[in-house]
């Protein structure tokens, strides 16, 4: 993309930047900021999390780039099941965070969120079976646990029959050790990994030091459309397509990504728009039955005016596309 690359002011001229209200707190926020990048294939998404530096969001920005100036590949379905996302709610609210979703057959349950407990989890784990007995359960640690806390959590937690731990522990290795550690103490729990790949200069390492059994892959984080299937087609390994609490716009280009995948077995991480209270569309991409439709978002103009960020934080997000775009330069060249 280096000879396409756009010219930052280009950029800046159609971008966008939305503060959204989210219904429950997530990765510890109760709002979400995006930019949105408009370009001549549609709109694009920018979105890294606020603490990432330039380095790991330049690839953000290349995947908001690519959805602007490029057509989504050609689909291989037009819908994509998708599952529920519960939040480390207590377990008195899982019913009614659930109760967003329609008819869920998959849920993802966070963990080992900061200040919590495993018993904690535990319930809220106990409550989502005990509401949804057929649905296929999975959790998330977001590497929240050490080699120690992953193994007890892990052993209490395969009793609601889960469908796969994702990110346990951090890092590579630290999840080799405790598939190993796992599987030799004859449980069979599948282990996924998602910072693993996104946070590390060579994601196709999970697959060859056998650290997972399968991988989590995130149209923003990891670049875009391109590179994800790149990094699918050489990992050997069955994928997850995630999102990044993205907006609808973010959404679209993730599931563009699911769609265009040839093999996809396992239920897809994109039905967070309904975390979101207030989308950038008056038609957010919601999931019917657990399915998602596969299809472009345009941001409505009057939203964009209604949900437009402070002026303070707008200069904030133009700064650091300027400096992402230097970063991403630097990368190609």
Not at 16 to 35: A, D
Not at 80 to 98: H, R, S
């Amino acid at each position: 993309m280096s000879a396409d690359l756009p010219d930052v002011n280009e950029l800046l001229q159609h971008a966008h930047v939305v503060t959204l209200p989210l219904k429950v707190k997530f990765r510890g926020v109760t709002q979400r900021e995006v930019m949105l990048i408009e370009g001549p294939a549609g709109w694009g998404e920018f979105s890294p999390f606020l603490e990432y530096g330039p380095a790991e969001a330049a690839r953000w920005l290349q995947a908001g780039i690519e959805a602007a100036y490029r057509p989504f590949p050609e689909p291989r379905r037009q819908q994509i099941p998708v599952n529920a996302t519960l939040p480390a709610v207590p377990a008195d609210q899982v019913e009614q965070v659930l109760a967003n979703y329609d008819d869920p057959h998959t849920i993802k349950i966070k963990v080992a969120e900061h200040g919590q407990s495993l018993a904690d989890d535990l319930a809220r784990v106990c409550r989502t079976r005990e509401l949804f007995p057929r649905a296929a359960l999975r959790v998330d640690a977001n590497a929240g646990w050490t080699h120690e806390q992953a193994l007890a959590a892990l052993e209490q937690l395969s009793e609601y029959d889960l469908q796969y731990a994702e990110q346990p522990v951090p890092g590579i290795h630290g999840l080799a050790e405790l598939r190993a550690a796992l599987r030799q103490r004859g449980n069979s729990l599948k282990i996924a990994a998602d910072e693993a790949v996104r946070k590390h200069d060579d994601p196709l390492e999970v697959s060859r030091v056998g650290a997972a059994d399968l991988m989590v892959i995130k149209a923003q984080p990891l670049g875009g459309i391109a590179a994800v299937l790149e990094i699918a087609r050489r990992a050997r390994l069955d994928v997850v397509v995630s999102s990044a609490l993205d907006s609808s716009v973010g959404l679209a280009q993730a599931a563009a990504l699911a769609a265009t995948l040839e093999s996809l077995p396992y239920a897809c991480g994109l039905s967070t728009s309904s975390l979101f209270e207030r989308d950038v569309t008056g038609e957010p991409l919601h999931a019917t039955a657990g399915y998602l439709p596969v299809r472009r978002v345009a941001p409505d103009r009057s939203l964009l005016n209604a949900y437009r960020a402070e002026p303070e934080r707008e200069r904030w997000w133009q700064q650091r596309l300027i400096r992402c775009h230097e970063e991403f330069h630097r990368s190609v060249n």
